[in-house]
Antibody, heavy 118, light 106 residues
Framework: QVQLVQSGAEVKKPGSSVKVSCKAS????????ISWVRQAPGQGFEWMGG????????HYAQKFQGRVTITADESTSTAYMELSSLTSEDTALYYC???????????WGQGTLVTVSS | EIVLTQSPGTLSLSPGERATLSCRAS???????LAWYRQTPGQAPRLLIY???TRATGIPARFSGSGSGTDFTLTISRLEPEDFAVYYC????????FGQGTKLEI
């Protein structure tokens, strides 16, 4: 059974960066894709980007290009999402999920709340 | 970007009734890469249907998906109490996008 466990809630100042982690257990981490999806309060979902750890190359939604970096560490079965130049509009629940373009999101992390406030 | 429009926004039904949820895409969905998720308050979404019509592991037979191209439907044949939640469709082609959700309420 695949489990994805994310890091804890963060409070950040406008203009700063945040890095969220997603540790996987079960399955073969290196060969399955991981996506990052966010959900603003009371809103729907936005796919931010994804990575297949064994290939190491991430791809991103156009909206987040240049501001988001997704990486993966095969040695610890952990994926990361770093978002820079934060504004209040980035306040949201951030989820990692197994899947990407071409595959459904079949397992999800518990979500990490990122609050951007001065 | 493919825009997904879900209808209705809110659906009011009772346990035991049949629910029909719609998802319309602004252009044809690649390979019918269309999924449905259910989200209850405070929880992560749960995958119900993928490939437009295939039930995910552990999903009961009362959930069914249909459609192709630009028009897709999720049907719940007999509503159970845990089915009252928000449902989202997602296309997972080149650049995945989600619908805005349908709230299923008692």
């Amino acid at each position: 059974q695949v489990q994805l466990v994310q890091s804890g809630a963060e409070v950040k100042k406008p203009g700063s960066s945040v890095k969220v982690s997603c540790k996987a257990s079960g399955g073969t981490f290196s060969s399955y894709p991981i996506s990052w999806v966010r959900q603003a309060p009371g809103q729907g979902f936005e796919w931010m980007g994804g990575i297949i750890p064994i290939f190491g190359r991430a791809h991103y939604a156009q909206k987040f290009q240049g501001r988001v970096t997704i990486t993966a560490d095969e040695s610890t079965s952990t994926a990361y999402m770093e978002l820079s130049s934060l504004t209040s509009e980035d306040t949201a629940l951030y989820y990692c999920a197994r899947g990407d373009a071409g595959t459904e999101l079949d397992y999800w992390g518990q979500g990490t709340l990122v609050t951007v406030s001065s | 970007e493919i825009v997904l429009t879900q209808s209705p926004g809110t659906l009011s039904l009772s346990p035991g009734e049949r629910a029909t949820l719609s998802c319309r895409a602004s252009q044809s969905v690649t390979n019918n890469y269309l999924a449905w998720y259910r989200q209850t308050p405070g929880q992560a979404p749960r995958l119900l249907i993928y490939g437009a019509s295939t039930r995910a592991t552990g999903i009961p037979a009362r959930f069914s998906g249909s459609g192709s191209g630009t028009d897709f439907t999720l049907t719940i044949s007999r509503l159970e109490p845990e089915d009252f939640a928000v449902y989202y469709c997602q296309q997972y082609g080149h650049s995945p996008t989600f619908g805005q959700g349908t709230k299923l309420e008692i």
